[in-house]
């Protein structure tokens, strides 16, 4: 009998150790999270072993930020530190409230900034006030696109795309205006965050009031994702050194500049700079949509990105990245982008998900597999955009797949991470965007 309870003692300990387990990865976040002064990021819970502001799927690994946090700046710092240590692609988006309460919102800071004397703030609020923009030129058309190709990058060294940005740029503007739209086009020096917002305000502002369509293709890198699983188009000028976001990070290196030791200052610059190269980008859901909403215009939105975030690509820019890492937006987060616009929208995507948008040679040049394959075939498939996906769906993955195999014959050792099967563009349409000639550009 005595044997009998002891055993079940053993037992129980055991159990009841193994609620007490700590994670180490998720141990790390939490002192992480404490000492840059996100509270529920330090606190265990040992009912169910978790802790509050960070928990993991037991099964992929995946990570996901839970908890208040007392604004969007300290939310979106931890969301990068998260991400520095983990990897970008192990991060879960925040689509809601669900899991997270921020305390002041960025919408909520921009409504205070108009009856204050924050300069700063009105600054950065200015997209708010877009109704306000004076109409430009005349409306010779009601279809406008904004094209932004970037193949080299100003603070960014060793992670040039060549030409096959502007390649895509070109073919893409032929194809766009043979349909009649008025294409507006930055490449590489001119397409800077500036130039590129500039232009959208000043597109807008020619559409009619009574509505019009907006094309807008970006062929670039991407930056790591927000907190709404969106990557950042990264821009000519887009810098790694200094943005207005994540403060809170740089609260901590500058107070604490002496006692930090060097593994903590490796996750905080590395997620400093992940946070100024998203910052610096340009965003659908931060930057352009909001604009579209504040026109007051009926416009139908098509978004096209040739884009992906790349470990590898960025590694000498951002030293302590994990090189493995690879990212594209997924169905989860073109249905968020989507379902905020109040107007017809359609999002395409050159690939989704864990996988890299592919470049291969064309008749001696460069083009995203994607762009290629795509805009070619539009014509053919009389300017559909339904039809066109669904036709040319096969021989993109086919090829980007092949371009994937011989990547890695020829950098056989060097952590190159694409898929042999090939990317899978995504697309995805909102409830406004009702028949299918609504698909037709």
Do not use: W
């Not at 309870?5 to 002192?31: N, Y």
């Not at 279809?143 to 040039?160: D, E, R």
Request: hydrophobic share 30%; net charge positive; charged share 25%.
């Amino acid at each position: 009998m005595k044997k009998l309870i002891s055993f079940l003692l053993v037992i129980s300990l055991i159990q009841t150790s193994k609620s007490f387990q700590i994670d180490g990865e998720l141990s790390k976040i939490s002192e992480a999270l404490e000492k840059i002064g996100v509270d529920c990021g330090t606190v265990q819970d040992r009912d169910n072993g978790k802790y509050r502001c960070i928990e993991k799927d037991s099964k992929t690994g995946v990570l996901r930020l839970k908890g208040e946090y007392k604004d969007y700046d300290q939310f979106l710092s931890a969301y990068m530190i998260v991400q520095s240590i983990v990897g970008v692609n192990r991060v879960s988006p925040v689509f809601d409230t669900f899991d997270t309460n921020i305390r002041i919102r960025n919408i909520e800071r921009c409504f205070i900034a108009l009856f204050s004397d924050n300069t700063e703030d009105k600054e950065k609020c200015k997209i708010y006030e877009f109704n306000t923009l004076q109409k430009v030129g005349s409306n010779k058309s009601s279809k406008y696109a904004l094209i932004v190709a970037v193949g080299k990058f100003k603070y960014i060294p060793g992670a040039s795309l060549g030409d096959a940005p502007l390649n895509d740029a070109e073919l893409v503007r032929d194809t766009l205006q043979k349909r009649g739209y008025e294409v507006n086009i930055l490449t590489n020096e001119k397409a800077t965050k500036d130039n590129v917002l500039r232009t959208l305000d000043e597109i807008i502002a020619k559409i009619p009031k009574d509505g019009g369509i907006l094309y807008f293709y970006a062929s670039t890198h991407g930056a790591p994702k927000d907190p709404k699983g969106e990557t950042g188009i990264v821009l000519y000028d887009t810098s790694l050194e200094k943005s207005s976001s994540c403060n809170t990070i740089d609260d901590t290196l500058s107070k604490n500049n002496d006692k930090i030791d060097k593994n903590f200052r490796d996750i905080l610059v590395t997620a400093k700079k992940m946070c100024n190269m998203l910052s610096n980008s340009i965003t659908l859901n931060e930057d352009i949509i909001p604009r579209l909403i504040a026109s007051n215009k009926k416009i139908k939105f098509i978004s096209n990105l040739d884009v992906c975030y790349s470990g590898i690509a960025l590694k000498k820019a951002i030293e302590n990245i994990k090189s493995d890492d690879v990212y594209t937006p997924d169905k989860n987060v073109a249905t968020y982008l989507t379902s905020i616009y109040p107007n017809p929208m359609i999002y395409l995507s050159s690939a989704s998900g864990e996988q890299l948008s592919m470049q291969t040679e064309f008749n001696g040049k460069q083009y995203g597999v994607f762009s290629y394959y795509f805009y070619k075939n539009l014509p053919k498939n009389s300017y559909n955009i339904d039809r066109n996906y669904n036709n040319t769906l096969k021989i993109i993955k086919e090829t980007s797949g092949e371009s994937c195999r011989k990547i890695k014959e020829s950098r056989s050792g060097t952590g190159v991470k694409c898929s042999e099967e090939g990317q899978s563009p995504l697309l995805f349409k909102n409830s406004l965007i009702k028949k299918e000639e609504d698909s037709n550009l």
